[in-house]
């Protein structure tokens, strides 16, 4: 046992938690609260899984990080559900010739593109939607993503399973009325979290719904004497 627990280490399958990363080896979401979850932020490498229904927001809980991370190499989408529009990357902040959209007609097709933009060094992050992985698959994005120094974002419906993903993060999404809310299922060097809601008021106030104000029903007053 201690030799195959030593062996899964090495190959860096197996992580402990009183393992906690340093600061310097996240990038900022862009939510100081989710940051806080995290303990720093998104990982600079590796595979991050959100389980989340399509439509929700879950591309703008990326958004900021994409704006940070996006200006020297490409951010690639690949098969994301719908076509993007360039008009309203570029009204997110987005540089739209930094932005590369791959269509593959198969699943996988779309595994094999994300895992050459991973391990090609000319990427900073690939956005994978994919319905179904099996964990060797999962793996071999994770040896690219460190290869090439590149940040995988894989988008799939939650479903329950025995065995969890070798991701460096896991996260589901679900809709809430004020943006998104996060459930931390499971994080390297970490433990997971109760859910939380992330506000999008302030980034996005028209996507969000206002709350009513309270209504106050004031009691008649008393008459005298």
């Excluded at 499971?186 to 028209?206: E, I, N, Q, T, Y």
């Amino acid at each position: 046992m201690y030799e195959l627990i030593e062996h899964l280490k090495q190959k860096q399958w197996l992580w402990q938690g009183s393992q906690t990363p340093k600061s310097e080896e996240h990038y900022s979401t862009g939510y100081d609260l989710l940051d806080r979850k995290l303990q720093g932020g998104f990982p600079k490498h590796g595979v991050v899984e959100l389980q989340t229904p399509q439509g929700i927001g879950e591309l703008r809980l990326l958004t900021p990080h994409l704006k940070r991370t996006s200006h020297e190499r490409l951010s690639v989408f690949i098969q994301p559900p719908g076509y993007l529009s360039a008009e309203q990357l570029s009204a997110e902040g987005l540089d739209a010739n930094k932005i590369l959209l791959i269509y593959p007609k198969t699943a996988k097709e779309a595994l094999w593109a994300a895992e050459q933009c991973l391990k090609s060094g000319a990427c900073s992050n690939v956005l994978l939607w994919q319905a179904d992985l099996e964990v060797h698959q999962a793996r071999r994005l994770q040896v690219a993503s460190e290869t090439g120094n590149c940040l995988s974002f894989l988008f799939k419906a939650e479903r329950k399973s025995l065995f969890s993903l070798p991701v460096s993060l896991s996260m589901t999404l679900l809709p809430h009325a004020l943006g998104v809310e996060v459930t931390i299922t499971k994080r390297k060097g970490g433990w997971p979290h109760a859910s939380f809601v992330l506000d999008m008021r302030a980034l996005w106030p028209s996507l969000t719904l206002q709350q009513p104000d309270p209504v106050v029903i004031p009691f008649p007053a008393r008459k005298q004497g």
